[in-house]
């Protein structure tokens, strides 16, 4: 009796297992075509009471991807993606700072090329079907292990796994930030005077890419200890501020799979700044404070609470 009853759990649990690898599978086929997938549409973008609507399109170029969107409230703005470099457009610097901030959560590409590792701190559920943008879609949720982290909902669409729809969610469920499709068109975009922007200044903004080898120079002389499991290295550099060669600016890039993290430690001035928390765009938030002669900034898209708990916890030891 007690074989019989071993051999149905085993039978009731390898299907289950299968469908969960599957799962993953998918998320990280969506993964892919939130960055390729040609396309034309519009979305909203909801975050603290504010809504905010962009149009983009997404074509093959010489470098690879290029993409263009436009803000079509509030700032005038474009961010345009030309293989793995991002360009800020805007009629003057004002505009140009604000599409630098909207440049930071790029919809729908809001996860990460290289999801090594999100298993170790999130778990993933399928949940029911669902239509956005006149398109059946269905749910896929990220939910973080610990009540550190936000959890990931992501309604993908059954014909290229594009996400339609996601919502980032606080360890109790709320919605804190959220992006949907209004119209789309999966088809590549035929006039490629679609890609050029209207705006005569730009603004450099950053390498697209999220999965650079960490170089090593940013972690000379300096060890961090205390960031939560699950957080790995990946990108370690130095800089000079302007006029302060003296003064480096260190710069470590840590991820879980899901979370960008980015640790800044600078020497501290004359006048130590105190601690602060802010949310600085939609799900992304920054901590700043003192610690042994250095300024430590936190930036990351974790709740507020902890990335001032985690402002405290860390520890960085001089070699």
């Given at each position: 009796m007690r074989l019989k009853h071993l051999t149905a759990i085993v039978c009731i649990a390898l299907p289950a297992l299968a469908h969960a690898a599957d799962d993953w599978q998918t998320l990280k086929k969506s993964a892919q075509a939130s960055r390729n997938q040609v396309l034309t549409g519009t979305y909203l973008h909801q975050m603290s009471g504010v809504v905010e609507t962009f149009h983009i399109v997404r074509g093959a170029g010489a470098e690879g991807v290029i993409e263009l969107r436009q803000s079509l409230d509030g700032t005038p703005r474009e961010i345009v993606r030309n293989g793995s470099e991002l360009t800020g457009y805007g009629p003057d610097k004002k505009a140009l700072m604000a599409a630098k901030v909207s440049a930071m959560r790029l919809f729908p590409a809001l996860l990460p090329d290289d999801m090594a590792g999100v298993a170790e701190?999130?778990?993933?559920?399928?949940?029911?079907?669902?239509?956005?943008?006149?398109?059946?879609?269905?749910?896929?949720?990220?939910?973080?292990?610990d009540r550190a982290r936000y959890g990931l909902r992501l309604c993908l669409d059954r014909a290229s796994l594009l996400p339609l729809k996601i919502m980032t969610l606080s360890p109790t469920q709320e919605p804190v930030e959220q992006y949907m499709f209004t119209e789309l068109d999966l088809a590549a975009p035929k006039d490629r005077n679609q890609f050029k922007p209207h705006?005569?200044?730009?603004?450099?903004?950053?390498?697209?890419?999220?999965?650079?080898?960490?170089?090593?120079?940013?972690?000379?002389?300096?060890?961090?200890r205390g960031l939560p499991s699950g957080f790995r290295l990946i990108r370690a550099l130095q800089r000079s501020?302007?006029?302060?060669?003296?003064?480096?600016?260190?710069?470590?890039?840590?991820?879980?799979?899901?979370?960008?993290?980015s640790l800044f430690i600078e020497p501290a001035t004359a006048e130590p700044r105190a601690e602060r928390v802010s949310t600085l765009y939609g799900a992304v938030a920054m901590a700043s404070g003192s610690q042994g002669g250095m300024q430590l900034t936190l930036v990351g898209d974790l709740p507020e609470a902890s990335m001032m708990s985690l402002l405290k916890s860390i520890r960085v030891v001089q070699k």
């Open positions: 701190s999130y778990t993933l559920q399928r949940l029911a079907g669902d239509r956005v943008a006149q398109r059946e879609c269905d749910w896929l949720e990220l939910k973080a292990k705006y005569p200044l730009s603004l450099p903004i950053r390498n697209a890419s999220t999965s650079v080898p960490p170089s090593g120079a940013g972690m000379d002389g300096v060890e961090v501020l302007p006029g302060q060669a003296e003064h480096p600016v260190r710069h470590l890039v840590y991820t879980d799979g899901l979370v960008m993290l």
